[in-house]
């Protein structure tokens, strides 16, 4: 019987999806790279933990392309920016410390061989990590179409290497999370009280590669769809409660889950299961969410989430340089919703405190 395929990704604006990457644990302590912070005479903290910060391992490209698993032109070109172009735009975007998401993606032939995946990106996020002492960290890429592989990596990245956490998409071949499919992988991850990233891919049933609505990218509505899909099916299946010590952030400020948080309480006890109106509140406020985007205006967010579940990131390089600097940090330093120690705390302080082991010794 043949091995099924595992589908991690396809070419062009599909490649945006996060299937994180790896090193060893890395304190925030400063390094000979590491910009020092700043603080205005308000003071506000300058220094920035970037939550959201796509990498593409070249090991894991040349590596993939030798295999022909994918070709250089289905990579798009940020794909290939390097690891001192970050370093340059976070110390632009006064960045301290970036929690990297590479992606991985192509057709996986077998277990064996997503597994070796994992292990060269693991390995390159471990170089990237100590080479520049105190500017990354990482999650474990986890693909929870394949259990074994997923429990391997967990094992690996948060038993063994102590990573950050992990990243997990949206859904896989259209079973999202929250789905009864991914308790055992869950309830490990519970065991280790994980962080568990998530991140939006193309919607279930589409022609691989093609957008939904001609000439509309997929990233501009389908993955915010599929961030809220996952959102309320972990709220339908009880999820927070079933996993009390897991964390969960929800990408580009939880996609549509705000917007449609009060439709969702009127209406969710025609979901089955029944979702009861209280369920949807206490789950909103315990999600983390990250600023990635550019995020809409904050208001209806803080409605329905405490500001120390914010945290800062900014997509990049899926989201380029000019989007990050010209629009997106410009709107959140500006957003009348936040006061000055909130955005203190989506900054750098939240990330520490859901993350402790990103703070100095």
């Given at each position: 019987?043949?091995?099924?395929?595992?589908?991690?990704?396809?070419?062009?604006d599909?490649?945006?999806?996060?299937?994180?990457?790896?090193?060893?644990?890395?304190?925030?302590?400063?390094?000979?790279?590491?910009?020092?912070p700043d603080?205005?005479?308000?003071?506000?903290?300058?220094s920035?933990?970037?939550?959201?910060?796509?990498?593409?391992?070249?090991?894991?490209?040349?590596w993939?392309?030798?295999?022909?698993?994918?070709?250089?032109?289905?990579?798009?070109?940020?794909a290939?920016?390097?690891?001192?172009?970050?370093?340059?735009?976070?110390?632009?975007?006064?960045?301290?410390?970036?929690?990297?998401?590479?992606?991985?993606?192509?057709?996986?032939?077998?277990?064996?061989?997503?597994?070796?995946?994992?292990?060269?990106?693991?390995?390159?996020?471990?170089?990237?990590?100590?080479?520049?002492?105190?500017?990354?960290?990482?999650?474990?890429?986890?693909?929870?179409?394949?259990?074994?592989?997923?429990?391997?990596?967990?094992?690996?990245?948060?038993?063994?290497?102590?990573?950050?956490?992990?990243?997990?998409?949206?859904?896989?071949?259209?079973?999202?999370?929250?789905?009864?499919?991914?308790?055992?992988?869950?309830?490990?991850?519970?065991?280790?009280?994980?962080?568990?990233?998530?991140?939006?891919?193309?919607?279930?049933?589409?022609?691989?590669?093609?957008?939904?609505?001609?000439?509309?990218?997929?990233?501009m509505?389908?993955?915010?769809?599929?961030?809220?899909?996952?959102?309320?099916?972990?709220?339908?299946?009880?999820?927070?409660?079933?996993?009390?010590?897991?964390?969960?952030?929800?990408?580009?400020?939880?996609?549509?889950?705000?917007?449609?948080?009060?439709?969702?309480?009127?209406?969710?006890r025609?979901?089955?299961?029944?979702?009861?109106?209280?369920?949807?509140?206490?789950?909103?406020?315990?999600?983390?969410?990250?600023?990635?985007?550019?995020?809409?205006?904050?208001?209806?967010?803080?409605?329905?989430?405490?500001?120390?579940?914010?945290?800062?990131?900014?997509?990049?390089?899926?989201?380029?340089?000019?989007?990050?600097?010209?629009?997106?940090?410009?709107?959140?330093?500006?957003?009348?919703?936040?006061?000055?120690?909130?955005?203190?705390?989506?900054?750098?302080?939240?990330?520490m405190?859901?993350?402790?082991?990103?703070?100095?010794?």
């Open positions: 019987m043949s091995t099924p395929v595992r589908l991690l990704g396809r070419p062009a599909e490649l945006r999806i996060a299937a994180v990457g790896t090193s060893e644990v890395i304190r925030i302590a400063r390094g000979p790279s590491a910009p020092a603080a205005d005479t308000a003071g506000t903290v300058h920035k933990i970037d939550i959201h910060h796509h990498y593409c391992a070249p090991e894991w490209r040349e993939a392309v030798h295999h022909g698993l994918v070709t250089p032109e289905q990579l798009p070109p940020w290939r920016i390097d690891t001192e172009a970050s370093i340059r735009f976070m110390d632009d975007a006064g960045i301290t410390t970036a929690v990297l998401k590479p992606m991985l993606p192509a057709r996986y032939r077998s277990s064996a061989q997503l597994r070796e995946a994992i292990s060269i990106t693991l390995r390159s996020m471990i170089e990237v990590a100590t080479s520049h002492p105190g500017r990354f960290s990482y999650y474990v890429p986890l693909f929870l179409d394949d259990q074994e592989a997923s429990s391997w990596a967990v094992r690996r990245g948060l038993g063994q290497l102590g990573a950050a956490g992990v990243n997990v998409t949206a859904n896989y071949g259209g079973v999202y999370l929250g789905d009864p499919s991914y308790d055992r992988l869950f309830h490990e991850l519970n065991d280790y009280s994980a962080v568990v990233d998530t991140h939006p891919h193309n919607l279930p049933g589409g022609r691989p590669g093609a957008p939904t609505v001609p000439g509309i990218p997929n990233f509505c389908d993955f915010l769809l599929d961030t809220t899909r996952a959102a309320v099916n972990m709220i339908s299946r009880r999820t927070l409660d079933r996993f009390p010590d897991l964390s969960v952030v929800l990408p580009h400020a939880g996609g549509f889950l705000p917007y449609i948080a009060t439709r969702l309480q009127a209406l969710g025609f979901c089955e299961p029944s979702v009861e109106p209280a369920a949807v509140r206490d789950h909103l406020s315990r999600f983390y969410y990250d600023t990635a985007g550019p995020m809409a205006p904050a208001a209806t967010l803080l409605e329905h989430v405490p500001a120390d579940h914010v945290l800062f990131g900014t997509d990049w390089p899926a989201a380029p340089a000019d989007t990050v600097m010209d629009l997106a940090l410009p709107a959140l330093e500006a957003d009348p919703a936040f006061t000055p120690e909130q955005l203190r705390g989506i900054y750098h302080g939240n990330a405190r859901l993350i402790p082991q990103l703070a100095t010794a």
